[in-house]
């Protein structure tokens, strides 16, 4: 007999802007035997780029504009919510989401939520990676995928991969070494995590070894 298959994690990626990690996802969970389906594409502006694209590719798409809730972070957290539950989301995928969450949503999605960095974590946590990879000589530079936990760019490392930094990279040429890094890198993770193979604990469990 046939070994039933397992349904599809329903995901929601939420940005802020071009969508270009977003794009590489929809287009990996196109494979039929890919383990997750892009049902979202939630934005907190509602001029991304990327909500036009996800529109080309037929993805429903939400605006939850963060502006009107002024500094009311929960309230904006509720709307987000909303829209989450409306398409039963099992997983969360944040490309270039530009907003902070409280501690209270992210451990309500621990262990369900990814985000990714352009940057070889720990190293360069925050903004502007690529000129701090620059200054510091780093040799290499990369990016992140990994879950995310209440304190930024840090929760145990789903996927990490690495590209020589150059002479005379500068910092656009060498964002746009590790943007091709992070299109493979980013639906190759979030297989992983909709497959069940990679686990918070497990991902944190590896991680303190490696320290
Ligand atoms: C990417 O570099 C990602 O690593 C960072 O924000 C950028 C988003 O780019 N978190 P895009 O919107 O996916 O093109």
């Known amino acids: 007999m046939a070994e039933a298959r397992a349904a599809k ?18 287009e990996a969970a196109k494979a039929p035997d890919y ?33 009107p809730f002024g500094e009311d972070r929960e309230a904006f957290e509720q709307a987000l919510d909303r829209e989450l539950q409306a398409q039963r989301i099992d997983l969360i995928c944040l490309a270039g989401f530009m907003r902070l969450l409280t501690g209270d949503f992210v451990r309500r999605w621990s ?19 690529h000129r701090r990879a620059l200054e510091a000589g780093a040799k290499r530079h990369g990016a992140t995928v990994h879950f995310v936990v209440p304190e930024m760019d840090s929760g145990p490392i789903v996927a990490q991969d690495s590209v020589p930094v150059l002479e005379g990279d500068t910092e656009e040429s060498l964002a746009r070494r590790v943007l091709e890094v992070e299109h493979r890198l980013y639906p190759l993770a979030l297989r992983l995590v909709a497959q069940g193979k990679a686990t918070f604990a497990a991902c944190r469990d590896q991680d303190i070894a490696h320290e």
């Open 9 to 26: 994690k329903r995901v929601a990626i939420l940005i802020s802007g071009r969508g270009s990690n977003m794009t590489a996802l929809i």
């Open 111 to 129: 262990g369900r939520m990814l985000n990714i960095h352009p940057a070889l974590l720990p190293q360069f946590k925050g903004l502007h990676t």
């Open 35 to 67: 383990p997750a389906a892009i049902v979202l594409v939630l934005s907190n502006r509602p001029d991304a780029a990327g909500l036009a694209r996800a529109q080309e590719a037929g993805i429903a798409t939400a605006i939850v504009d963060h502006r």
